[in-house]
């Protein structure tokens, strides 16, 4: 396998923790969304991923987008340890905090939408910094309300076992820790972060254990 990443990609991160958890191995090729003009953006990349984003994973001949697809392809491929739950309702519970964040939380804060903010719209940096506050604290309030009253919840987000919800919080925790949003009114997102990243899988998937970390 090849995994076409950037080391803050929240979506390649999420695939990053995927692959340690299965004990994958794969080679990882970095595509830096901001050096020559965005790397993602030039034709050869394009060729593989017409969206021009990360990540991209290429298995043999099969190459796959969007990373809960690339995260589901794997849970189906490689069924052990699962990151789902085995019962219906609380598969669909795992996959609507995962969907909360990568649907709900991540579009309207991604690279793509704040360069468009900064050289597009002439957004000043406090305004566009206040766009992202914003967002990621209103996704993170919503978030932290239906974690703390779900009886599911444990040290992670069902149970102990890490699932695909899990996936999607840390990078976005890591986020918000990167532009200094204050988590204290999200105990139980920063408590499930915390936990999950004290684990070997998510630590060697972190931004700074990557080849191309600066």
Not at 48 to 73: F, H
Not at 173 to 196: C, G, H, K, M, S
Request: charged share 25%; hydrophobic share 40%; proline share 7%.
């Amino acid at each position: 396998m090849k995994l076409y990443s950037y080391f803050r990609s929240s979506a390649a991160y999420r695939v990053r923790i995927a692959l340690n958890l299965k004990g994958l191995d794969y080679e990882y090729a970095p595509v830096h969304l901001l050096r020559d003009g965005g790397q993602q953006l030039k034709p050869e990349y394009r060729e593989l991923n017409a969206d021009g984003i990360v990540p991209t994973l290429v298995d043999g001949d099969d190459v796959l987008t969007q990373s809960l697809a690339i995260i589901e392809y794997l849970e189906e491929t490689h069924p052990e340890p699962a990151l789902l739950p085995r019962d219906p309702i609380d598969r669909a519970f795992v996959r609507s905090v995962a969907l909360q964040v990568a649907c709900e939380i991540h579009p309207v804060d991604n690279l793509r939408v704040l360069k468009y903010l900064k050289h597009e719209l002439k957004v000043a940096d406090d305004v566009k910094d206040a766009w992202y506050r914003h967002w990621i604290d209103s996704g993170f309030a919503a978030l932290e309300k239906r974690l703390a009253r779900d009886k599911r919840v444990g040290s992670l987000t069902f149970g102990d076992t890490p699932t695909i919800a899990d996936l999607c919080i840390v990078p976005q925790v890591f986020n918000a820790q990167r532009f200094n949003i204050d988590l204290t009114p999200y105990p139980t997102i920063a408590r499930i972060a915390e936990a999950a990243n004290q684990l070997d899988a998510f630590a060697k998937a972190a931004p700074a254990q990557q080849p191309d970390a600066e």
